[in-house]
Structure formats: C-alpha cells, structure tokens
T-cell receptor, first 112, second 114 residues
Framework: SQQGEEDPQALSIQEGENATMNCSYK?????LQWYRQNSGRGLVHLIL?????REKHSGRLRVTLDTSKKSSSLLITASRAADTASYFC????????????FGKGTRLHILP | DGGITQSPKYLFRKEGQNVTLSCEQN?????MYWYRQDPGQGLRLIYY???????QKGDIAEGYSVSREKKESFPLTVTSAQKNPTAFYLC?????????????FGEGSRLTVL
C-alpha cells in the first residue's frame, strides 16, 4: 500500500514561477516529510512537518499540513532549472513511526 | 565521510538466480530500510529493521529476504521466487526514536534480469 498520493503526477513550469505539489494520505500520522530525487539517484530529505504544525519554511520551500483533510502541500518559490526532479511525500502511521511509506511522486520540470 | 553505500550500482542476473544487494552505513543509525522503485510507482517498502537481529516485512516482501547481523549492514537478497525483480533498489537509514523521521538514502542499485 502507498500511504501518500501526490498530485499532480507531472508539472512543467517556467523558470522563476512557483511550483505547488500536493500530497494526500490515509491514516493519522506523527509527521510528514518531503523528499527530492534527481533522475537515477537516491532521495534527499527536504523538510519534515510534525502533526501539531500547520506550516513550515526552509529557504524557498514552504510546506503546509492539514490533518483534518489528511493533506499537505509543498511550494517551491522562484523555481530554478536545478529544481527539476521528482518530489515525494512520506508518512508513518501514528504508533507505527518506524514504517515509512512513500507516494508515487510528482515529476517537476522547470523550463528555461 | 558519513553516509550509506550501496553496491553494486548495476547488476545483471539470469532468471532463476538469487542475487544479494549490499547496503552499509557509517552513520550509527539504528533503523535501516529497503525500497523498490519502478517507473511511475514511487517507492514501495520491502523490509525494514529497527535493531540488530530484528526486521519486519514491508508491503512487498514476497520473493525477498534480509538479515541484520550488524548495525552497519542490511543486505537484501532477491530470490528466484521474485517474479519481476527488474527494478531500482534503494536502501535508507535513520536514527531511532519516536519523533525522528529523516531518512538518509544510498545511491541505489539497478537490477536487470536477463
């Protein structure tokens, strides 16, 4: 099973625009994380938001979490060509903090 | 430098053969994970381990086996029972504890069955 489902599956935007990706999940969670993957590489952790947080910032990244809707969004502002990658959300069920499962990801392409 | 090392990076296997993928970490992490990635499928959890000599099945454990004899090592064996083993395999680790979450990933092993 895959806990998180990202939307859209693919996104192409012009350099300098903002990119927004969404993630929905099914069960109660302790935290939600976002990762980035460049083609053919391992994933890199971007940001973690806990269930008692509603918004978190890190550089050009802004993450929101709505536990009532079981959804999260990742906003990348002022996109750059180097932001071209796949982005995944990951969650662990409450009381199953060790079992971390991922969604199918959003493929982001930044056009020059 | 601290990190996770997966080997080999590329591996070819004939049908019916078992193959073992290596995963070593020097981050002193308690927990280790194996994921499989297919195009358009995201990452699916195969096995995970929180402590030495203990591991749990993930969502797609059939046809795979693991061991955790040392804290640093978590090898994955893809057995001949795995019907469609061609995929990209990713190993990850993290510190233990209830509120921790960040996974550190290796660079992956790409297995192709001929």
């Amino acid at each position: 099973s895959q806990q998180g489902e990202e939307d859209p599956q693919a996104l192409s935007i012009q350099e300098g625009e903002n990119a927004t990706m969404n993630c929905s999940y099914k069960t109660s969670i302790n935290n939600l994380q976002w990762y980035r993957q460049n083609s053919g590489r391992g994933l890199v952790h971007l940001i973690l938001i806990r269930s008692n947080e509603r918004e978190k910032h890190s550089g050009r990244l802004r993450v929101t979490l709505d536990t009532s809707k079981k959804s999260s969004s990742l906003l990348i502002t002022a996109s750059r060509a180097a932001d071209t990658a796949s982005y995944f959300c990951a969650t662990a069920e409450r009381n199953r903090d060790d079992k971390i499962i991922f969604g199918k990801g959003t493929r982001l392409h930044i056009l020059p | 430098d601290g990190g996770i090392t997966q080997s080999p990076k590329y591996l070819f296997r004939k049908e019916g053969q078992n193959v073992t993928l290596s995963c070593e970490q020097n981050l002193n992490h308690d927990a280790m994970y194996w994921y499989r990635q297919d195009p358009g499928q995201g990452l699916r959890l195969i096995y995970y381990s929180q402590i030495v000599n203990d591991f749990q099945k993930g969502d797609i454990a059939e046809g795979y086996s693991v061991s955790r004899e040392k804290k640093e090592s978590f090898p994955l064996t893809v057995t001949s029972a795995q019907k469609n083993p061609t995929a990209f395999y990713l190993c990850a680790s993290k510190t233990g504890g209830y509120w921790t979450g960040e996974l550190f990933f290796g660079e992956g092993s790409r297995l192709t069955v001929l």
